[in-house]
């Protein structure tokens, strides 16, 4: 259904809440506010009609609306096994057709756009979503959960989470035990996107262990837990091969002996790498590679550019180099 218009809200309004009769005057103005936050929502109008008598005096300080980025949205639904595969589509672009189908059914709400016109944020009703708790649990088809707890669930559903960003490495207890999260990146092998943060230098092994499980990876964010902590990813032997975004944050004591081999590579971004050697030697020659960024990432004299190298490189960025 489409929205109402004001005065189509306003008749629903009144026959679910008065039982058609004309709302109470000292109510009036409690009542215009309220509907104006419904934003011609059916559902929203009549599920207040069930929660009227008990909230009123609750409602004099307005609806909350809570929002939600669609990213998170889509990456709780894959990570929950609630998408359906279907033949030559990923789980993300199944997973948006399912969002454009409620916010179609006015159930959900485009809360606000990208500069493109497509969804990024939405939102519930909050008396839509009491509704829908409460159901949850009557019917025992959902659980609330927030923090660490929906971190482990993530991770308890291996070879669902195609992306998993951002999550910080370390322990995670939850309610079935506990992880260990750079050990447990390596049973995601469909990742295609990962994203790992507050890595320390002891956890740098495991971490490469796990990275080479992860044939599928298209892009990697890898960030340690401060600027000057070594970020060690020297012992990763076969990198992904069909990498295409490589973003490290954290000191390098050299630069990384497999990079040069990411032969898909499109973008590379260091930051506070403070490498002595000049990297554009081991990334001159990568085929592919379109995208530098460096950032406090070079403590060298000078960076050299040869003749014959960078032949696809569109964007380069040079920050903050000493």
């Known amino acids: 259904m489409n929205a109402l218009s004001p005065e ?41 009609a069930v929660f009227w008598p008990q909230k009123t005096g609750e409602l004099k300080s307005g609806i909350w609306l809570g929002e939600v980025l669609k990213k998170r949205l889509i990456q709780l639904w894959i990570a929950e096994g609630f998408l359906q595969v279907r033949e ?13 189908n409620l916010v179609n059914r006015s159930l959900v709400q485009v809360a606000d756009t990208t500069i493109d016109g497509r969804l990024k944020t939405c939102r519930v009703h909050d008396i839509l979503r009491e509704m829908i708790v409460i159901k949850s649990r009557e019917q025992s088809i959902g659980t609330i959960i927030s923090g660490h707890d929906a971190k482990w669930r993530c991770l308890a559903i291996h070879n669902s989470v195609e992306k998993l960003c951002y999550i910080e490495a370390g322990e995670i207890k939850g309610s079935g035990g506990s992880c260990n999260i ?14 790992i943060t507050e890595l320390r230098r002891k956890d740098g092994t495991a971490f490469c262990s796990s990275i080479e499980k992860l044939s ?28 295409r975004t490589l973003d490290l944050g954290g000191r390098l004591e ?56 960078f032949q696809r490189l569109k964007k380069l960025e040079l920050l903050q180099l000493k």
């Not at 809440?17 to 109470?24: A, I």
């Not at 599928?216 to 990498?243: G, K, T």
């Open 216 to 243: 599928n990876l298209r892009s990697l964010y890898v960030h340690s837990v401060a600027d000057d902590e070594i970020l060690d990813v020297q012992s990763l032997s076969s990198a992904p091969q069909f990498l």
């Open 182 to 195: 750079v050990t447990e990146i390596g049973k995601l092998t469909q990742l295609r996107r990962l994203g």
């Open 88 to 100: 030559g589509k990923t789980l993300e672009e199944v997973a948006e057709q399912y969002l454009n």
């Open 8 to 48: 189509e809200s306003w008749t629903l309004f009144c026959k679910k809440v008065f039982q058609g009769n004309d709302c109470p005057q000292p109510l009036y103005p409690l009542s215009k506010r309220f509907l104006e936050k419904c934003d011609g929502l059916p559902l929203a109008i009549v599920a207040m």
């Open 254 to 309: 050299k630069f990384p002996q497999w990079i040069p081999s990411l032969h898909s590579l499109v973008k590379i971004w260091l930051y506070h790498s403070q490498l002595g050697d000049d990297p554009l030697q081991s990334l001159e020659a990568l085929p592919n590679l379109k995208e530098i960024v460096l950032a406090q990432a070079y403590e060298g004299e000078s960076l050299t550019f040869k003749a014959g190298g």
